[in-house]
Each structure stands twice: as structure tokens, then as C-alpha cells.
């Protein structure tokens, strides 16, 4: 039999070509482009009749997921969707346009083609003409821009003629499409007539009938005890028995009347009987288990001017549904009469004194919620909303711009901040601001600086001003893969709450899109061959649009243990070696059900996995986020004690079983921290929210066991019924709590300039032995952040009398690469690590390798220490109370902090028109700009392999090539320090950035970049990869080539793989195009990722480089230095070479002839 990865890769490719070859529905016209006729465009040029649009609407990026063989070339939507994500591509596209990737249209090259948009495109070799095959093509698809509803009518008249109804507001949608608007046009509001008077003779006026019911969950589990009553009838008239059924006689079988049911942990539920005779009528009321309310949208900032209306609006989700909603003001409740509020807050006429904080909490049965802060700012009359003088921004010059002896030259090119400006049309009572405006660059300067024999060209922003917002699109990239093995989880299923919004790769990778609202991201991931717990995450990311990268660790299930039904069954919780089980499972007799609440008899596999938290490593593969809500309806955290996952099924069977009270035996010995023996909780995980809810107490039983030491042991036992849910946790709200501030910077200078952003910084709460702060027995919980352009701040557990009674391990990654902290060896400075004395000491820094240098030095860890109010020395941070949050987020870069540095800090970049990676919005449409697209990056990297007895910096040289306004201007520098082969010590290797070939901004024309590739130092070429050779020389018209010291390519325009020694990835996040290329590189390999260099895999170009005689300047330094003298070298050694070459292969070349021969 076929494994089931194959079966699925089949599978990809036969929806592949099933989008390009199925049979075409008279429904799904076909375009068919002979190109043998019609007018010839310009490359580049798109055809006139797709830009005649009356309806509104925009290109896509290109697309290219196959390339030409076998039967020709195919692009079918289906596989577009599935490759690149189905956001990427709108539901019901207009049009498609198809380019071969040299951007020419079919009729260019005379092919014949096929476009659907709602199937995409191909190419059959069998219908071209003769002797000709079809080329590799790119599509993009034209999609009609978001349609926006109109204002709400007014409200109808309310349903019933008495007691409690409803009543409705309609709203339009403009579009011609009728669901082409987001969300509902109808609204629902509850309304009272005249009170209905009691139980009237047609219902229960029929003294021979009889009213049949049930009480279920939706599941179809029967539910006993549950209290029943009539509509319009007060008390309860019947309870549902052990069976979940009740008997109602009186009632009219015709009657139609409305059954409601209550149940304590469950919502009220309703439904209508049904006639089955001419005397009885049955009804099932289905009652759901009560669950907090959670948010679904939070309330947005915005900015306004003085007299202009604003809606803020908030939604959240529950059983049952939310209803009532409270709006704060600076954490002042507003009254509900004078601004007639519900989910949504409208305020007319703004005035200054309205700015502030506003948040909202909604209600239901089970409890509360509180959303985030929104910030209202109210501009007064001619303020302006975007400061038209560019703030500083410094950008670090190339080492040959500075003067000898000094440190780096910096230079302002100044930035606009990333704020929203008001809405031109001045208010909309829609949630969202359509058109939103930012303040970002209005007019760019062009000057030159003096650089060592040359001028360096650069771009500076000279004006601000409120302009069309780019969109903010929220992007995760990661990969997921076994906790114990590292194997990744292939094709698993990717749940967004309960809804399916893809899956993972054959290599475990993932692409998720996030909404700019989302303020909770909660992913599942559910291994398809069922050896996975199922993995719920809560992944942090960078709501202003910079991608964040993720690896997400799933923890294998344990092997199963047979269970007799019938049985007492006891499994234990924890099995670490030398250690006791921290408690156990204990499944009374009869205690196992099917999902219909029937008793199941027979064996049962059971597979009951436990993190155990004595165990640090177990920390990465641990559920969710570890949070609550609390009473108040805020986020809170919970430390840990254990959690486990349940599987019971029939042995060969896949039905999941089910259990009534079963109990949870927890070891009093293992819970040694003051105070929580008596706050000890058990919790079960809501998959929807990530968020963890209360099941049971715990309560203290002494163990009629044999005793042990002549100490008897005391358990705490809880209890817990297994039904939907199968995650557990062994949980007490800690009310010990602070935030942490932590910043990641470029390299180990910390300059406050080049902190680096979308770095997830990761804190683990461990709880040290008594004495032994540096020894834990076991970690509490963990929390992930990223950082922005201020930091992060992490929650975290601390304790004001005892500082080393909660510590902490501190880890940072950006992209799968470790940074690493301030040193503390020999022993922590102030200066170094970024905190002050004497609260440094007070903290106990030490970074992981400060006992070993041989360990790793990836992390550090403090005692957490909560800072003593009035104490000046610990109110500057680096930890703040917990509700200083505030402040911590808002501290200013003098303030106390940790530090992180990138490792790879040898390398430099520099873009002629300023970016910021980490900052989308940023970006700024100049023929220069190195990312000639916001919507869309790709990243390119060349592999450059030196032979030679150390590491080299090799720089790319990017300029433009051969679009004719931009040909030999510069588009920018990229220096990358190679990294040695472990594996072969004189050998390493570099990956170099380089400009890819393409569009430029304005999407008219392309640009082949003139890319030079030139190790620093003593250096010559001596191999270039054989199949990239044959592509430059087959896709004229070739670089100049006859430089050995350098090597020069017009970037290709195909997205050449690692035979080529070319890496190119394209993503929505520059950051992560670029760190995943960077792992292709390193690894040689077109789907790998490694950060170990293997030098002598997918290379392009060779290097030989030697020492330079003792006072000789490298060439890299005197082609900066003097170019024209070191040309003349080049050119002179260049002959002594090719002469020697000469000499040595002719007597070869004389032997083959006379073999020839």
C-alpha cells in the first residue's frame, strides 16, 4: 500500500491538474489567445482591454507554480490557493493575465493559451505550433475591491402580538454582487409588547394529550435533572429523569407551544413541539454547555478632528451569546442611557476633552470580558495630524564612508511616523475607516556622499503628510514538528478556532495571514495520522504588518494502555526517572461512555499524555498560553503543575470514547510553593479561545496506602468528566505578577538606532530549588513576545520579599536564529547588560554560559524580583508591576532593559531609498527602491563558496541593468561575512543578497539589476556554476565578465533553485522571504533550512583567495581606495593568468585532438 504521504502529494497534484484540464462548463467561459494575431505589446505593457474596468477593482501579484514539461504549462487557481493561501486570491476573480516570465504576452512569443479566471491557465505543447513548446508563464488575477454597506434603516416593528419579540434594520450593500459586503444585512434587537397572560386553554387545555420531550447536549447526550418549563408559564412543570426525558400531560398536541430548559453549567435552551398523533407531541430541547464570553472584535484606535463622529465596536462570542455590553472611558463606565450604546459606541461631535482610552465588556451567563484599549485622539482646529518635518531616523554608512580611525558614520535620512491621520470624508459609522489615511512619505531628496573614490547615492525623506494607508496584513510563517524528534508534522490540518483554513507542508512549513484586528491569534494543528496530541497555540505576531517566524513543537502521544471497561482503572501522571508520578488518573468501574452517554463494555485504549513541567524541556511543546479570565473579565495567568491530554477509543476502531466523573489524584508533596495546596485548580482547554476554564477544586484525601518513611502520603483529588474537550491542566492563579522589558538589537553594540524588530522573545517562569536559584525543579509557565520599535514586555511571575522565589529563562529567535544576550562573564555590567546598579545584582543576572563557556549562550536568567514602590533604584525598570504595563511598554531606550544582539552581525546593508524591514508601512514607490513591491517581496540570494584559510566579507553591488531609467544607478549594497564549513576547515561559504530581476514599482517595464559579486581580499574567480552559465548565456545580453576578481550577472528573471546557486523566495514579509532563503542557502538545498553551512552544496561561484603580503592592502580595499590603479593589477595579473592557463592545457588540448583523430 502507498504511504500516506504520497497518497496526499498525489492527491496536491491531481487537484493541480484537474484546475487546468477539467472540462470547461458552459457556466465558466474560456478565453483562448492564439497570439498569432492582433497588435504586438511592449513587454511589461498590459493589454488595453484589461485596465477598461467600470466595476472596482485591482490586480493581484504574480503567481508561477508550475513550470513547463510533459503536457506544457499549467496555472490553476486551485493550486495558486493552495500553494500561496487562499487569501491570496479573491472568491470570484474578474480576469486573469498571463506573462512568460520574461514578461511577454502570448502573442508576443505565438502561443497559444487558455485563461480562465475561475479555473486559471494553461498551455498545451500539442496545440502550438510545430516545433515549438509552450513557455514558463506567471499569472495574476484582477479581483473587485471590498464593497462597503450602506447606512442601517431605521428599526421595524416588533414581532408578537405580546411578551418579548424582536425587531429588524436592514441595510444595502451598493455592489451588484449581493454578498460582495462583509457581514449581514440584517439586525436583530430584542423588544417587549404588553405582558402575555398565563398558560390559555389551546395549550394546556386538553386533558387526553400528552407532551413527549428530551433534554440533550449537542452531541446527543442525554442530560438529567434539567428543570422545564412552558413559555408563558411560571415554575418549573417537569424535571428531565436519568434518561433525559420528561412527560408533560395537558398540553395540546396541536398546540405548537414553546419548551424551554435550564440546567446549572449549561445555557437556557428552547425549541418548538412537534404533533406526532392526534394526542401527543414530542420535542428535544438541546441545552450547550455555559461558556465565557470571549471577543471576536476589539475596538480600534483612531484619530479625529474636533467636531467629527467616531464608532468604536466590540463583539464578543460565548454560550450564550453575549447580550449586554459596558463601554469605558479612561477606565470610567459611561452611562448607557445617555449614549444609547449596545455593541457599538457612536460619538457625534467630538470635542478634546473625549480623547483618551475607551474599552468595552460584554456579559453573559457564564461570566465577563474585557477587550483591549482603544485610543480616541481629537486633533483641535488646524493641528496637524502628520507633522510635515520627517522625525530622525539614522542609517549606518558603508565602512569606506567613514573617516580612518573613527568608529561608523551614521546618517539622518529621516522617517515619518507610523500614525493614522483622520478620515478625509470626516466620520463613518462603519467599524472599520474606509480609506483610512497614515502619515508617511510625501516627497523624497536625492544627495551624494563622499565615499572613499566614489559617491554614494542616497535618498532622504523631506516630507511628511497623511496619504492612503497601505494595507496591514498581519503574516506567520513557521514550521511544526515533533517535540521529541524534530520530524516535521506533514499535512496536518490548520484550525482557526473551530474553522479549517489550510495545512501544513510536506516539510511542516506554514503561512498563516492575520487580521489587522486580531489581537489573540489561536491556531490548532491536528496531525492527520492521529500520533499528535492535537497542538493549540497562541502565536504572537506583529499586528503593524512585519511577518514573524514560528516553530511550533507537537508533542507525541503516549503508547496506548488497555483498559477494561468494567474495571477500577488507575493511570499515573508523570514518569520521569528518579521521580514520583506527580498524581494519577483514577476511572471508576462503568465510568466509560460512548458519545451518546450509552456504557460502553470491553477494552478501551487509553493514551494519556502528560507534560510534565519537572521536566524544562517539555516547556516548548506545551499547550496555549496558559491564561484565564478572571472575574473582572481581564487576562490572567496561571502556573502550571502538569498537563495531560486524553484518548480513549475502541481497540481498531476510530470512534472516540467518552467518560462520566472520573477522579484526578494529585501527590500535596509536589506542590511546594506557600499557598497553593489551597488554590490548586483543574482546567480544561476551550480550543476556540486557547483559553483555559475551570472544571473543579481540589479537596485534601489522605491514601489508606502503605505508608512510606512512616509518612503517610496526601493526595488532593478532583474531579472531571472527559467529554468534547481532552486537554487538562493542573493550574492556580498566581496574583504575583509583573511585566519584563526586553529589547533586540542588530549587533552587540546596542546602538538604541538598529534595535531589530519581529524578534520572539520567549520567558519561562521557573521555580527554583530552595538555596539554588540557578537549579530548577521545575518551570511554572511561559510567554512569548515580539518586539516592536519599542521592545517587548513579558509577563511574568515575581515575588517582592524573596527575589529568587520565581526565576526566569530568557530566549530570543528571529526566523529559526538564535540572539544572544549581554555577556556576564566575569561578572555583569551595568553598561553591557542595560540594567542599573544595584538592582542588577538584586536580579542575579547570568547568561547561559556564564558557570560553562562551553554552553550555549542563547539565554540568561534573573531572579524575578518585583520592584519595591517608593524604592527609586527599581522604578526604571527593567520589571514593572503588573498593572504598569503602560509604562513598561511606553519606557523610553535610557530606561533599564535587557538586551539581545543578532549573532550575524557580519553583514551590512544599505538601500538608496530607506526602508525599514521590520516597519512595511515604511515604504516608499521610487524606481530605486530595492523592494519594488509592498503587497509582495522576494528575496534573492547568490551562494558564493571561498577557498581559503578564514572567513571573507564578499559584497554585492546592485544597479540597474536594463530598464532605461534606471541603468547603472545604484540600488544598493549587500556585504555578508562567510561562515566556514565545519566539516571542511578551508573551505566556507556566503550568502549574498542580491536585487532580484523584475517589475519595478510602477509595473511597466522590467529590470534585469546588474549584480557584482567581489570577495574582500586577495581573491580570484575560479569556477561559476555550470548550469547558471548556461542561463545567462541563453538570456543575453551577458554582464561583463573579464574582471577574475569579481563576478557580474544581469539577475535572471526566472526563480532559479539551488542547482543554480540561486535562492529566491517571495512572501508577503520581507523579513521572512529573506530568512528563509537564507536557510535554503545555507543548507543548498531548494526546500531545506540549516544553519550549519554546507559550503559545497547549490553554489554558484567560486572564490580562491590567499593572505596578502604583509603590508599590502586587500584588493577589495584598493578598488575602494584607488580603482584605476587596482584595475591596472587586475588587468595585468588577468594576462599572467590566461598565459599560464595557456601553457598548461595545450599539450591536453594536443592529446584529445590525437584521440579525436
Same mark, same amino acid.
Given at each position: 500500500?502507498?504511504?500516506?504521504?504520497?497518497?496526499?502529494?498525489?492527491?496536491?497534484?491531481?487537484?493541480?491538474?484537474?484546475?487546468?484540464?477539467?472540462?470547461?462548463? %458552459?457556466? !465558466?467561459? #474560456?478565453?483562448? @489567445? &492564439? $497570439?498569432?494575431? *492582433? /497588435?504586438?505589446?511592449?513587454?511589461?505593457? +498590459?493589454?488595453?482591454?484589461?485596465?477598461?474596468?467600470?466595476?472596482?477593482?485591482?490586480?493581484?501579484?504574480?503567481?508561477?507554480?508550475?513550470?513547463?514539461?510533459?503536457?506544457?504549462?499549467?496555472?490553476?487557481?486551485?493550486?495558486?490557493?493552495?500553494?500561496?493561501?487562499?487569501?491570496?486570491?479573491?472568491?470570484?476573480?474578474?480576469?486573469?493575465?498571463?506573462?512568460?516570465?520574461?514578461?511577454?504576452?502570448?502573442?508576443?512569443?505565438?502561443?497559444?493559451?487558455?485563461?480562465?479566471?475561475?479555473?486559471?491557465?494553461?498551455?498545451?505543447?500539442?496545440?502550438?505550433?510545430?516545433?515549438?513548446?509552450?513557455?514558463?508563464?506567471?499569472?495574476?488575477?484582477?479581483? %473587485?475591491? !471590498?464593497? #462597503?454597506?450602506? @447606512? &442601517? $434603516?431605521?428599526? *421595524? /416593528?416588533?414581532?408578537?402580538?405580546?411578551? +418579548?419579540?424582536?425587531?429588524?434594520?436592514?441595510?444595502?450593500?451598493?455592489?451588484?454582487?449581493?454578498?460582495?459586503?462583509?457581514?449581514?444585512?440584517?439586525?436583530?434587537?430584542?423588544?417587549?409588547?404588553?405582558?402575555?397572560?398565563?398558560?390559555?386553554?389551546?395549550?394546556?387545555?386538553?386533558?387526553?394529550?400528552?407532551?413527549?420531550?428530551?433534554?440533550?447536549?449537542?452531541?446527543?447526550?442525554?442530560?438529567?435533572?434539567?428543570?422545564?418549563?412552558?413559555?408563558?408559564?411560571?415554575?418549573?412543570?417537569?424535571?428531565?429523569?436519568?434518561?433525559?426525558?420528561?412527560?408533560?400531560?395537558?398540553?395540546?398536541?396541536?398546540?405548537?407551544?414553546?419548551?424551554?430548559?435550564?440546567?446549572?453549567?449549561?445555557?437556557?435552551?428552547?425549541?418548538?413541539?412537534?404533533?406526532?398523533?392526534?394526542?401527543?407531541?414530542?420535542?428535544?430541547?438541546?441545552?450547550?454547555?455555559?461558556?465565557?464570553?470571549?471577543?471576536?472584535?476589539?475596538?480600534?484606535?483612531?484619530?479625529?478632528?474636533?467636531?467629527?463622529?467616531?464608532?468604536?465596536?466590540?463583539?464578543?462570542?460565548?454560550?450564550?451569546?453575549?447580550?449586554?455590553?459596558?463601554?469605558?472611558?479612561?477606565?470610567?463606565?459611561?452611562?448607557?442611557?445617555?449614549?444609547?450604546?449596545?455593541?457599538?459606541?457612536?460619538?457625534?461631535?467630538?470635542?478634546?476633552?473625549?480623547?483618551?482610552?475607551?474599552?468595552?465588556?460584554?456579559?453573559?451567563?457564564?461570566?465577563?470580558?474585557?477587550?483591549?484599549?482603544?485610543?480616541?485622539?481629537?486633533?483641535?482646529?488646524?493641528?496637524?495630524?502628520?507633522?510635515?518635518?520627517?522625525?530622525?531616523?539614522?542609517?549606518?554608512?558603508?565602512?569606506?564612508?567613514?573617516?580612518?580611525?573613527?568608529?561608523?558614520?551614521?546618517?539622518?535620512?529621516?522617517?515619518?511616523?507610523?500614525?493614522?491621520?483622520?478620515?478625509?470624508?470626516?466620520?463613518?459609522?462603519?467599524?472599520?475607516?474606509?480609506?483610512?489615511?497614515?502619515?508617511?512619505?510625501?516627497?523624497?531628496?536625492?544627495?551624494?556622499?563622499?565615499?572613499?573614490?566614489?559617491?554614494?547615492?542616497?535618498?532622504?525623506?523631506?516630507?511628511?503628510?497623511?496619504?492612503?494607508?497601505?494595507?496591514?496584513?498581519?503574516?506567520?510563517?513557521?514550521?511544526?514538528?515533533?517535540?521529541?524528534?524534530?520530524?516535521?508534522?506533514?499535512?496536518?490540518?490548520?484550525?482557526?478556532?473551530?474553522?479549517?483554513?489550510?495545512?501544513?507542508?510536506?516539510?511542516?512549513?506554514?503561512?498563516?495571514?492575520?487580521?489587522?484586528?486580531?489581537?489573540?491569534?489561536?491556531?490548532?494543528?491536528?496531525?492527520?495520522?492521529?500520533?499528535?496530541?492535537?497542538?493549540?497555540?497562541?502565536?504572537?505576531?506583529?499586528?503593524?504588518?512585519?511577518?514573524?517566524?514560528?516553530?511550533?513543537?507537537?508533542?507525541?502521544?503516549?503508547?496506548?494502555?488497555?483498559?477494561?471497561?468494567?474495571?477500577?482503572?488507575?493511570?499515573?501522571?508523570?514518569?520521569?526517572?528518579?521521580?514520583?508520578?506527580?498524581?494519577?488518573?483514577?476511572?471508576?468501574?462503568?465510568?466509560?461512555?460512548?458519545?451518546?452517554?450509552?456504557?460502553?463494555?470491553?477494552?478501551?485504549?487509553?493514551?494519556?499524555?502528560?507534560?510534565?513541567?519537572?521536566?524544562?524541556?517539555?516547556?516548548?511543546?506545551?499547550?496555549?498560553?496558559?491564561?484565564?479570565?478572571?472575574?473582572?473579565?481581564?487576562?490572567?495567568?496561571?502556573?502550571?503543575?502538569?498537563?495531560?491530554?486524553?484518548?480513549?477509543?475502541?481497540?481498531?476502531?476510530?470512534?472516540?470514547?467518552?467518560?462520566?466523573?472520573?477522579?484526578?489524584?494529585?501527590?500535596?508533596?509536589?506542590?511546594?510553593?506557600?499557598?497553593?495546596?489551597?488554590?490548586?485548580?483543574?482546567?480544561?482547554?476551550?480550543?476556540?479561545?486557547?483559553?483555559?476554564?475551570?472544571?473543579?477544586?481540589?479537596?485534601?484525601?489522605?491514601?489508606?496506602?502503605?505508608?512510606?518513611?512512616?509518612?503517610?502520603?496526601?493526595?488532593?483529588?478532583?474531579?472531571?468528566?472527559?467529554?468534547?474537550?481532552?486537554?487538562?491542566?493542573?493550574?492556580?492563579?498566581?496574583?504575583?505578577?509583573?511585566?519584563?522589558?526586553?529589547?533586540?538589537?542588530?549587533?552587540?553594540?546596542?546602538?538604541?538606532?538598529?534595535?531589530?524588530?519581529?524578534?520572539?522573545?520567549?520567558?519561562?517562569?521557573?521555580?527554583?530549588?530552595?538555596?539554588?536559584?540557578?537549579?530548577?525543579?521545575?518551570?511554572?509557565?511561559?510567554?512569548?513576545?515580539?518586539?516592536?520599535?519599542?521592545?517587548?514586555?513579558?509577563?511574568?511571575?515575581?515575588?517582592?520579599?524573596?527575589?529568587?522565589?520565581?526565576?526566569?529563562?530568557?530566549?530570543?529567535?528571529?526566523?529559526?536564529?538564535?540572539?544572544?544576550?549581554?555577556?556576564?562573564?566575569?561578572?555583569?555590567?551595568?553598561?553591557?547588560?542595560?540594567?542599573?546598579?544595584?538592582?542588577?545584582?538584586?536580579?542575579?543576572?547570568?547568561?547561559?554560559?556564564?558557570?560553562?563557556?562551553?554552553?550555549?549562550?542563547?539565554?540568561?536568567?534573573?531572579?524575578?524580583?518585583?520592584?519595591?514602590?517608593?524604592?527609586?533604584?527599581?522604578?526604571?525598570?527593567?520589571?514593572?508591576?503588573?498593572?504598569?504595563?503602560?509604562?513598561?511598554?511606553?519606557?523610553?531606550?535610557?530606561?533599564?532593559?535587557?538586551?539581545?544582539?543578532?549573532?550575524?552581525?557580519?553583514?551590512?546593508?544599505?538601500?538608496?531609498?530607506?526602508?525599514?524591514?521590520?516597519?512595511?508601512?515604511?515604504?516608499?514607490?521610487?524606481?530605486?527602491?530595492?523592494?519594488?513591491?509592498?503587497?509582495?517581496?522576494?528575496?534573492?540570494?547568490?551562494?558564493?563558496?571561498?577557498?581559503?584559510?578564514?572567513?571573507?566579507?564578499?559584497?554585492?553591488?546592485?544597479?540597474?541593468?536594463?530598464?532605461?531609467?534606471?541603468?547603472?544607478?545604484?540600488?544598493?549594497?549587500?556585504?555578508?561575512?562567510?561562515?566556514?564549513?565545519?566539516?571542511?576547515?578551508?573551505?566556507?561559504?556566503?550568502?549574498?543578497?542580491?536585487?532580484?530581476?523584475?517589475?519595478?514599482?510602477?509595473?511597466?517595464?522590467?529590470?534585469?539589476?546588474?549584480?557584482?559579486?567581489?570577495?574582500?581580499?586577495?581573491?580570484?574567480?575560479?569556477?561559476?556554476?555550470?548550469?547558471?552559465?548556461?542561463?545567462?548565456?541563453?538570456?543575453?545580453?551577458?554582464?561583463?565578465?573579464?574582471?577574475?576578481?569579481?563576478?557580474?550577472?544581469?539577475?535572471?528573471?526566472?526563480?532559479?533553485?539551488?542547482?543554480?546557486?540561486?535562492?529566491?523566495?517571495?512572501?508577503?514579509?520581507?523579513?521572512?522571504?529573506?530568512?528563509?532563503?537564507?536557510?535554503?542557502?545555507?543548507?543548498?538545498?531548494?526546500?531545506?533550512?540549516?544553519?550549519?553551512?554546507?559550503?559545497?552544496?547549490?553554489?554558484?561561484?567560486?572564490?580562491?583567495?590567499?593572505?596578502?603580503?604583509?603590508?599590502?592592502?586587500?584588493?577589495?580595499?584598493?578598488?575602494?581606495?584607488?580603482?584605476?590603479?587596482?584595475?591596472?593589477?587586475?588587468?595585468?595579473?588577468?594576462?599572467?593568468?590566461?598565459?599560464?592557463?595557456?601553457?598548461?592545457?595545450?599539450?591536453?588540448?594536443?592529446?584529445?585532438?590525437?584521440?579525436?583523430?
Amino acid at each position: 500500500m502507498a504511504s500516506l504521504p504520497t497518497l496526499l502529494c498525489l492527491c496536491v497534484a491531481a487537484a493541480h491538474l484537474a484546475g487546468a484540464r477539467g472540462t470547461t462548463t %458552459p457556466e !465558466e467561459p #474560456t478565453a483562448t @489567445a &492564439w $497570439g498569432l494575431e *492582433g /497588435p504586438s505589446l511592449r513587454p511589461g505593457q +498590459p493589454s488595453p482591454a484589461l485596465e477598461d474596468w467600470e466595476e472596482a477593482s485591482e490586480w493581484t501579484s504574480w503567481f508561477n507554480v508550475d513550470h513547463p514539461g510533459g503536457d506544457g504549462d499549467f496555472e490553476s487557481l486551485a493550486a495558486i490557493r493552495f500553494y500561496y493561501g487562499p487569501a491570496r486570491v479573491c472568491p470570484r476573480p474578474l480576469a486573469l493575465e498571463a506573462r512568460t516570465t520574461d514578461w511577454a504576452l502570448p502573442s508576443d512569443v505565438g502561443e497559444r493559451v487558455h485563461l480562465n479566471p475561475t479555473r486559471g491557465f494553461w498551455c498545451l505543447n500539442r496545440e502550438q505550433p510545430r516545433g515549438r513548446r509552450c513557455s514558463n508563464y506567471h499569472v495574476r488575477f484582477r479581483c %473587485p475591491l !471590498e464593497a #462597503t454597506w450602506g @447606512a &442601517w $434603516g431605521p428599526w *421595524g /416593528p416588533c414581532s408578537g402580538s405580546c411578551g +418579548p419579540g424582536r425587531r429588524l434594520r436592514r441595510r444595502r450593500c451598493p455592489s451588484s454582487a449581493g454578498d460582495a459586503c462583509p457581514g449581514r444585512p440584517l439586525e436583530a434587537q430584542k423588544c417587549i409588547r404588553s405582558p402575555c397572560p398565563g398558560c390559555s386553554l389551546n395549550i394546556c387545555g386538553c386533558p387526553d394529550h400528552i407532551l413527549l420531550g428530551s433534554v440533550v447536549t449537542p452531541t446527543g447526550r442525554p442530560l438529567p435533572g434539567a428543570r422545564v418549563s412552558l413559555r408563558d408559564w411560571p415554575g418549573t412543570v417537569a424535571t428531565s429523569n436519568a434518561h433525559g426525558t420528561f412527560r408533560m400531560p395537558g398540553v395540546c398536541a396541536s398546540s405548537r407551544v414553546n419548551v424551554s430548559a435550564q440546567m446549572d453549567g449549561f445555557s437556557a435552551g428552547m425549541a418548538q413541539a412537534q404533533a406526532n398523533s392526534s394526542i401527543s407531541a414530542v420535542v428535544t430541547v438541546v441545552l450547550k454547555k455555559l461558556e465565557k464570553p470571549y471577543l471576536v472584535k476589539q475596538p480600534e484606535s483612531r484619530i479625529r478632528e474636533a467636531g467629527q463622529n467616531v464608532t468604536f465596536c466590540c463583539k464578543a462570542s460565548g454560550t450564550p451569546m453575549p447580550k449586554k455590553y459596558s463601554w469605558f472611558h479612561n477606565g470610567t463606565l459611561l452611562d448607557r442611557r445617555t449614549h444609547r450604546y449596545g455593541a457599538h459606541l457612536e460619538l457625534h461631535g467630538l470635542h478634546p476633552d473625549q480623547a483618551g482610552t475607551y474599552h468595552c465588556k460584554a456579559w453573559n451567563d457564564a461570566g465577563a470580558v474585557r477587550s483591549g484599549t482603544a485610543q480616541l485622539t481629537v486633533l483641535a482646529p488646524g493641528q496637524p495630524a502628520c507633522d510635515p518635518q520627517p522625525r530622525e531616523h539614522l542609517i549606518k554608512l558603508p565602512d569606506d564612508c567613514s573617516q580612518p580611525g573613527s568608529g561608523p558614520t551614521y546618517l539622518d535620512v529621516g522617517l515619518c511616523p507610523d500614525t493614522l491621520c483622520p478620515s478625509a470624508t470626516g466620520s463613518s459609522p462603519r467599524c472599520g475607516d474606509a480609506g483610512s489615511r497614515c502619515c508617511s512619505v510625501r516627497r523624497l531628496e536625492s544627495r551624494k556622499i563622499r565615499c572613499s573614490g566614489y559617491n554614494l547615492p542616497v535618498k532622504i525623506v523631506a516630507e511628511c503628510g497623511c496619504q492612503k494607508c497601505l494595507p496591514r496584513r498581519g503574516l506567520i510563517r513557521g514550521r511544526v514538528v515533533a517535540a521529541d524528534s524534530g520530524e516535521p508534522l506533514r499535512f496536518a490540518r490548520i484550525l482557526l478556532g473551530r474553522e479549517p483554513i489550510g495545512f501544513t507542508s510536506y516539510q511542516g512549513d506554514f503561512t498563516l495571514e492575520v487580521a489587522p484586528s486580531t489581537q489573540r491569534l489561536v491556531i490548532t494543528f491536528v496531525d492527520p495520522s492521529g500520533q499528535f496530541v492535537d497542538t493549540v497555540r497562541v502565536l504572537p505576531f506583529d499586528p503593524r504588518g512585519a511577518g514573524v517566524y514560528h516553530e511550533v513543537k507537537a508533542m507525541r502521544k503516549k503508547a496506548p494502555v488497555i483498559l477494561d471497561a468494567s474495571q477500577s482503572n488507575t493511570i499515573p501522571l508523570g514518569e520521569l526517572e528518579d521521580e514520583a508520578p506527580l498524581g494519577e488518573l483514577v476511572f471508576p468501574p462503568g465510568a466509560i461512555r460512548r458519545a451518546d452517554g450509552e456504557p460502553y463494555a470491553g477494552s478501551v485504549e487509553a493514551r494519556v499524555t502528560f507534560v510534565d513541567p519537572r521536566d524544562l524541556t517539555s516547556a516548548a511543546a506545551a499547550p496555549s498560553d496558559l491564561r484565564f479570565v478572571d472575574s473582572d473579565g481581564e487576562l490572567a495567568p496561571l502556573r502550571t503543575y502538569g498537563m495531560f491530554s486524553v484518548d480513549l477509543r475502541a481497540p481498531d476502531s476510530t470512534e472516540q470514547l467518552q467518560t462520566g466523573p472520573v477522579a484526578v489524584r494529585v501527590a500535596a508533596s509536589q506542590i511546594r510553593m506557600a499557598g497553593h495546596v489551597e488554590a490548586l485548580k483543574l482546567w480544561s482547554l476551550n480550543p476556540d479561545t486557547g483559553l483555559w476554564e475551570e472544571e473543579s477544586g481540589f479537596q485534601r484525601e489522605r491514601s489508606a496506602a502503605q505508608r512510606v518513611r512512616r509518612e503517610e502520603r496526601v493526595f488532593l483529588v478532583g474531579n472531571v468528566e472527559i467529554r468534547e474537550r481532552r486537554l487538562f491542566n493542573l493550574d492556580v492563579p498566581e496574583r504575583r505578577r509583573c511585566f519584563v522589558k526586553v529589547r533586540a538589537y542588530a549587533n552587540d553594540k546596542f546602538t538604541p538606532n538598529e534595535q531589530v524588530e519581529g524578534v520572539v522573545v520567549t520567558l519561562v517562569n521557573l521555580e527554583p530549588a530552595p538555596g539554588f536559584s540557578a537549579n530548577p525543579r521545575a518551570w511554572g509557565r511561559f510567554d512569548s513576545a515580539v518586539t516592536g520599535p519599542n521592545g517587548a514586555c513579558l509577563p511574568a511571575f515575581c515575588d517582592t520579599d524573596r527575589p529568587d522565589a520565581y526565576t526566569a529563562l530568557v530566549t530570543a529567535t528571529l526566523g529559526g536564529e538564535e540572539l544572544e544576550p549581554a555577556t556576564s562573564r566575569p561578572r555583569p555590567l551595568p553598561a553591557t547588560v542595560g540594567v542599573a546598579q544595584p538592582y542588577l545584582d538584586k536580579l542575579g543576572y547570568r547568561r547561559t554560559d556564564h558557570d560553562d563557556p562551553s554552553l550555549k549562550r542563547n539565554g540568561f536568567r534573573i531572579n524575578l524580583a518585583k520592584p519595591r514602590s517608593g524604592d527609586p533604584d527599581e522604578a526604571n525598570g527593567p520589571v514593572y508591576p503588573w498593572r504598569n504595563l503602560r509604562e513598561c511598554q511606553e519606557a523610553p531606550v535610557t530606561a533599564n532593559h535587557f538586551r539581545f544582539a543578532r549573532v550575524e552581525a557580519d553583514k551590512y546593508e544599505y538601500n538608496v531609498v530607506p526602508f525599514r524591514e521590520g516597519v512595511p508601512a515604511s515604504w516608499t514607490g521610487d524606481l530605486l527602491a530595492w523592494w519594488p513591491n509592498p503587497q509582495e517581496f522576494r528575496a534573492c540570494f547568490l551562494k558564493v563558496k571561498i577557498q581559503g584559510p578564514q572567513e571573507y566579507m564578499v559584497r554585492s553591488h546592485n544597479a540597474g541593468g536594463s530598464h532605461p531609467r534606471t541603468q547603472g544607478q545604484l540600488y544598493g549594497l549587500r556585504d555578508a561575512r562567510s561562515v566556514r564549513d565545519p566539516e571542511r576547515p578551508s573551505m566556507s561559504a556566503a550568502c549574498v543578497e542580491f536585487k532580484c530581476g523584475g517589475m519595478l514599482f510602477d509595473q511597466r517595464q522590467v529590470d534585469r539589476t546588474l549584480v557584482t559579486i567581489m570577495p574582500q581580499g586577495s581573491c580570484r574567480r575560479v569556477a561559476v556554476n555550470g548550469l547558471l552559465q548556461d542561463y545567462l548565456t541563453r538570456h543575453p545580453p551577458p554582464a561583463p565578465a573579464d574582471d577574475l576578481a569579481a563576478f557580474s550577472m544581469l539577475a535572471p528573471l526566472d526563480p532559479l533553485g539551488h542547482n543554480y546557486g540561486v535562492y529566491t523566495v517571495t512572501d508577503q514579509s520581507p523579513r521572512l522571504a529573506k530568512e528563509i532563503a537564507i536557510g535554503r542557502c545555507f543548507d543548498g538545498s531548494s526546500d531545506g533550512f540549516s544553519r550549519e553551512m554546507k559550503a559545497d552544496a547549490g553554489t554558484a561561484v567560486t572564490f580562491q583567495c590567499r593572505e596578502p603580503a604583509a603590508g599590502r592592502p586587500s584588493l577589495f580595499q584598493r578598488l575602494l581606495e584607488s580603482p584605476s590603479t587596482a584595475l591596472g593589477d587586475i588587468r595585468r595579473e588577468m594576462g599572467e593568468v590566461a598565459r599560464a592557463q595557456a601553457r598548461a592545457s595545450g599539450p591536453l588540448r594536443t592529446r584529445r585532438g590525437r584521440a579525436r583523430q
